[in-house]
């Protein structure tokens, strides 16, 4: 019987300094020239980092009543809305939500220089009750006077995303960036070998109640992602081929570090957010051994056509070659462009080793493991 | 021989006259066109390198003068907030001229100035608007 060993051996070792953690990089080379087995004999945690473009992210927000109390309905954070239908003092701000019609400016934005420590303008209004007689505020906030900033992103750390390119004559402007006309570029949007979920695709480690690092702090997985999608083909090296599994985040935003959550605006689309994430995989057995020593030229994922849909998948490719600027679709030259920071990603699993090394972040067990599903639910037009 | 870079604006009225060709065949001035946006009835622009000893430029741009098209010499560069930057690549996607790449080794940005067409599609294409154009 092949090799074995537990979570709770492998925090035993990281409470005595002992663990042997590399990086998800680090591994895949290793990978190269050592077996799965001695790969489980040598190594006890891998860590992963991502930092990429996430819109389904934003952050609750409690401000702290004012005297006297009011109900906040209508709310917003330097001009931008927020979702205050929820308890009195309590919003949601989305990352997406702008400050119309400055459209480039938004929730990313607002979450971003709270996070940095920064004076945001709350405006709010209530129709006033009994319980809540003011009707109105207007005041600064700043991370140091609110109750609390819990960051909550329903949809983060996608399991592998499509290639896009377009076809068309014209210039598309899209989330996943500016995409040239006639196949002027290819934008791609993972950090392939160093990505969490292409390291554990099976989810053996991830679920729900994972420890991981979360902009910058801990956080934890709070549930699958939505979208959650374990029902894609999987190529030979046990990859599922373009978007797949996404998990729900949770941390406290108050901790976070702006290296680590960074606003964006995508021209012509909208405003969006860097949001860093890296997870331990500890290697239980020779099986996520093998996981987790996948490379880039073993990851695969789709080429969607952003300008024409319709056209369904032109083909698909491998992330070596995505990274190498260049690609080949039906014989013709394509460049390549990331969206999804690699030159982050790699610094977010390399404090991640150095926070297991050094004994200061254990691996958890799931509370519970995910469910599997067999596909996604598009929504029918019935009226 | 000189080196530079032009925008050549032409009035709506101009587009008859083959100016490219006469600058070509006329002045032996070597010519690269970087970019061009021209259709006739509109105001047309065109970026372009044009090499030649300085007095042929000077001839030449004399001779564009005298048919209403603007030639004025691109000292505008490039320059983006380094310190800023994470490195994502957005940028990349959009330079046609191979000024801003990533390095593979390092998976960081790469600029070189000397690449640069001052297209300045990466001003907008920058998710974090770390560019601006450098008047000179």
């Known amino acids: 019987m092949s090799k074995k060993r537990t979570i709770e051996e492998i925090n035993e070792k990281i409470r005595s300094g002992k663990a042997v953690v590399l990086t998800a990089e680090q591994v895949s080379a290793m990978g190269r020239e050592s077996s799965p087995a001695e790969v489980m004999s040598k190594v006890d945690v891998v860590t992963t980092g991502t930092f990429g473009p996430m819109c389904s992210s934003g952050m609750f927000i ?9 109900r906040m309905e209508k709310i917003t954070l330097n001009n931008v809305p927020a979702y205050g239908g929820i308890a009195a003092v309590d919003a949601y701000l989305g990352a997406t939500e702008t400050a119309l019609p400055h459209d480039q400016y938004g929730g990313a934005h ?21 319980c809540y007689p003011r009707t109105e505020v207007k005041t600064y906030i700043n991370k140091e006077t609110v109750n609390e900033m819990i960051m909550f992103n329903p949809r983060n750390a996608y399991q592998n995303y499509n290639v896009a390119v377009n076809s068309t004559s014209k210039m598309k402007y899209t989330y996943m960036g500016t995409l040239l006309p006639d196949f002027g570029n290819a934008n791609f949007s993972t950090s392939g070998e160093l990505s969490p979920l292409l390291n554990d695709p099976e989810m053996r480690t991830i679920g729900i109640g994972t420890r991981i690092f979360f902009g910058g702090t801990t956080g934890y997985v709070a549930w699958h992602g939505t979208q959650f999608n374990t029902g894609k083909p999987v190529n030979s090296h046990g990859i599922p081929v373009g978007n797949s599994a996404t998990l729900a985040l949770i941390g406290d935003a108050a901790r976070m570090i702006t290296r680590f959550i960074r606003a964006a605006y995508f021209e012509k689309y909208g405003v969006s957010m860097f949001v860093g994430v890296g997870i331990p995989i500890p290697i239980l057995d020779e099986d996520m051994a093998r996981r987790v020593m996948v490379r880039n030229s073993q990851i695969e994922t789709n080429i969607i056509d952003y300008g024409a849909p319709e056209n369904g998948i032109l083909g698909r490719i491998d992330y070596q070659s995505l990274f190498s600027g260049e690609i080949t679709l039906n014989t013709r030259k394509i460049r390549t462009a990331p969206l999804s920071s690699v030159r982050v990603a790699r610094e977010i699993a390399a404090i991640l080793r150095e926070e297991i090394t050094a004994g200061r972040f254990l691996i958890t067990e799931p509370v519970e493991h995910f469910r599997k599903t067999t596909g996604l639910n598009s929504l029918d037009i019935r009226i | 021989m000189k080196s530079r870079r032009f925008v050549l604006t032409f009035p709506p009225d101009a587009t008859g006259e083959p100016i490219t060709y006469n600058l070509i065949r006329k002045f032996d001035i070597m010519v690269n066109i970087v970019k061009a946006d021209v259709s006739p009835g509109k105001i047309g622009h065109l970026v372009m390198e044009m090499t030649a000893p300085a007095k042929i430029l000077k001839e030449g741009m004399e001779y564009m003068k005298q048919k209403n098209v603007e030639c004025v010499p691109i000292d505008r560069t490039i320059t983006y907030r380094k310190d800023l930057c994470i490195h994502c690549g957005a940028c990349t996607a959009v330079c046609f001229s191979g000024a801003l790449t990533m390095t593979l080794k390092t998976s960081e940005l790469a600029f070189e100035p000397e690449k640069c067409v001052v297209c300045e599609l990466c001003l907008t294409a920058c998710p974090l608007k770390l560019f601006s154009i450098d008047l000179g």
Request: aromatic share 4%; hydrophobic share 40%.
């Open chain 1, 110 to 130: 607002v979450i971003e220089e709270l996070i940095a420590g920064k004076d945001v303008l709350l405006q709010a209004t209530g129709k006033g009750t009994d």
């Open chain 1, 62 to 70: 409690n401000f702290g009543h004012t005297s006297p109390a009011m």
